[in-house]
């Protein structure tokens, strides 16, 4: 009978049983239940009564309890792993929620900086922001913008370069063409 009862369980599954005797007569109660469901819905499983005399439950006994106990302990299965899951999706949405607070917290402390000429303090907080969001664009874009202000490349579409824009001084400032003059 322990064999059978054992094959209708999985592993921390409980089988309740409780046997009274009245007279000539055993009532028997079985409920399963698992250590693992929180749920209250749970709780309102009812148990399995079976009334016989000895002989009787020991003839079908596994076969009064197997189809009850399989449906029993299957939807407590269920709600286990619902269980699970929800608290799995509560924890990856609040790790996400968390995630997206902090890449918000590094942008506008780079925006800030950025306003306030700070290009390196904006560079940092960007480049913390791209790490937790390694495939963003945006971030991307600001972070090369970044880069070539605070290498003083400047625009890299102007018409001018930085070289053309201050005028080369002569390392020879009183250098004349004298040749013309000889003659």
Sequence with gaps: MFTEISNLLKDGEILRINIMK?????????????????????EQLIPLNLKGSP???????????RS?????????????EYEK????????????????????????????????GKHKEALTAYSKALELDKENVKIKLKINALKLKTTGCGDIFSATTPQEEQPEESLYPDDTDDTDEEE
């Design 85 to 116: 899951s929800t608290q799995k999706a509560t924890q990856e949405s609040k790790s996400e929620k968390d995630r997206k607070d902090k890449i918000d917290k590094y942008m506008k402390e780079a925006e800030a900086a950025e306003k306030a």
């Design 68 to 80: 009850p106990v399989i449906k029993s302990t299957g939807l407590m299965t269920n709600m286990a």
């Design 22 to 42: 009245t007279g000539e007569t055993l009532v028997v109660t079985v409920l399963p239940k698992s250590g693992e469901v929180k749920d209250p819905a749970a």
């Design 55 to 65: 002989d009787e439950l020991d003839a079908g006994f596994i076969e009064a309890i």
